[in-house]
């Protein structure tokens, strides 16, 4: 629980900003800045802030297997606390990039290190359930993060006092952490329990420490599925940032709902995904050797068909349909996503390398999610919704096209890591 709640703390210091784009975008507009620039220019601030959390992904990992996943957590919860209130102090785009690109950059620690924590006190029978329900930090903990905001929206705050109160609340969520978390469960009295036998580490047995930096990262080099893997979860952080960041914005200006509407309302997305990650992880764990994968393909072909369905509806049709169509591509595409670098990572990395693998994989995947900032910014504004919706529908066809090689690649647990 210590887990879930102080990643999910992390959220109120991530999506305060996706909350905020409207605000920001009219205060802009009162200084005289028109709605399209300042649209473009939010989506670069978003861009950085992505590619700082794709750089820092890749260190972040082979720290916490070094040197342990406790301190990645508590240094990422302390690093975006101090970034979030430099960006609420700052007045213009200078110091509103430099404070984002710092929150998303210390904010990269916190997932390796819970992968890390996770791969200590977890059997490798559960990590599909087990990761499954961590992830419920980052989707119902963005939810509830978004509906935190809106109530405070609602009752009159500016964009600085959300920034303001959600650093107060990690605030609370660090000391929580820094009192009870602990690394291991030999620190309890309790029994460790073994890693999969299958993990691409596992000729070395259950050492949680690496030899060295050059033989992990030389491991994951060598595994074709594990680049594979890498390339869907490419595909799918792209969609997800796209939504994470612009949902609130289609929301007001496609469908003409109020700030703090817009931001209630965009909780539907993380609070649909929470529910796919559990049903995804339960099932994963039952389905077999070739469980993931298989939910994976179906999950992205499904997500393409309700996309090309978005963009047939974006100049018409009821809002809140449109709504609860967002809503269900986040169904479909929360639980494959949630395995790559969760469950998947676990798999291939075992405990010496778990957060490795994580940090390779979100790393990679977030540096192509850096275009859902000003790239999809600037395909919205020449092209609509519209053509947002079609140009994601894209990227999920060519990522379940990805997908079903890794589905068909698999005869057993041994052959898909």
């Keep these: 629980m210590l887990l879930i709640a102080g990643y999910a703390g992390y959220y109120l210091c991530r999506s305060n900003f996706s909350v905020a784009v409207p605000m920001l975008i009219q205060e802009m507009g009162a200084r005289g800045i028109p709605a399209n620039v300042a649209t473009v220019q939010l989506g670069a601030i978003a861009s950085w802030g992505v590619l700082a959390y794709a750089l820092g992904k890749f260190p972040s990992?082979?720290?916490?297997?070094?040197?342990?996943?406790?301190?990645n957590f508590l240094y990422g919860m302390g690093g975006s606390i101090l970034f979030t209130v430099i960006f609420a102090l700052g007045g213009g785009m200078p110091i509103f990039t430099l404070a984002w690109f710092g929150n998303r950059l210390v904010q990269s620690l916190g997932w390796a290190g819970m992968?890390?924590?996770?791969?200590?006190?977890?059997?490798?029978s559960t990590y599909g359930t087990v990761m499954g329900l961590i992830s419920l930090s980052y989707l119902f903990g963005d939810a509830a993060a978004r509906q935190f905001m809106s109530v405070l929206i609602g009752h009159g705050l500016g964009w600085r006092g959300v920034f303001f109160a959600a650093a107060g609340v990690l605030g609370v969520l660090w000391i929580l952490n820094f009192?009870?978390?602990?690394?291991?469960?030999?620190?309890?009295?309790l029994e460790e329990p073994d890693a999969n036998p299958?993990?691409?580490?596992?000729?070395?047995?259950?050492?949680?420490?690496?030899?060295?930096?050059?033989?992990?990262?030389?491991?994951?080099?060598?595994?074709?599925?594990?680049?594979?893997?890498?390339?869907?979860?490419?595909?799918?952080t792209l969609m997800r940032e796209t939504f994470n960041l612009w949902t609130p914005a289609y929301f007001t200006q496609a469908l003409g709902l109020t700030n703090a509407d817009a931001a209630q309302k965009s909780a539907l997305f993380p609070l649909f995904g929470g529910l796919s990650v559990v049903l995804a992880g339960l099932l994963s764990d039952r389905l077999g050797p070739k469980g993931r994968a298989l939910i994976i393909l179906v999950g992205l072909l499904l997500t393409s068909g309700v996309?090309?369905?978005?963009?047939?509806?974006?100049?018409?049709?009821?809002?809140?349909?449109?709504?609860?169509?967002?809503?269900?591509?986040?169904?479909?595409?929360?639980?494959?996503?949630?395995?790559f670098a969760g469950a998947i990572s676990l798999d291939f990395g075992g405990k010496q390398g778990s957060a490795t693998a994580s940090g390779w994989i979100d790393g990679l995947s977030y540096l192509g999610g850096v275009m859902a900032g000003s790239s999809m910014a600037n395909v919205t504004v020449s092209w609509g919704w519209r053509g947002t919706f079609l140009v994601?529908?894209?990227?999920?066809?060519?990522?379940?096209?990805?997908?079903?090689?890794?589905?068909y690649s698999q005869g057993d647990r041994k052959s898909s890591l």
């Design 307 to 339: 996309l090309v369905e978005l963009a047939m509806l974006s100049t018409g049709g009821s809002a809140d349909l449109r709504v609860w169509m967002v809503a269900l591509v986040a169904f479909l595409m929360l639980g494959p996503y949630s395995y």
């Design 61 to 71: 990992g082979w720290i916490a297997d070094f040197l342990g996943g406790r301190r």
């Design 179 to 189: 009192v009870f978390l602990r690394e291991t469960p030999q620190s309890r009295g």
């Design 115 to 124: 992968v890390k924590i996770s791969s200590r006190w977890f059997s490798y």
């Design 198 to 236: 299958l993990n691409l580490f596992h000729a070395e047995g259950d050492a949680p420490r690496p030899k060295d930096l050059r033989a992990l990262l030389k491991t994951f080099a060598a595994s074709p599925m594990f680049w594979l893997v890498c390339l869907i979860s490419v595909g799918v």
């Design 392 to 407: 994601l529908a894209a990227i999920s066809l060519v990522s379940s096209g990805a997908a079903g090689v890794y589905f």
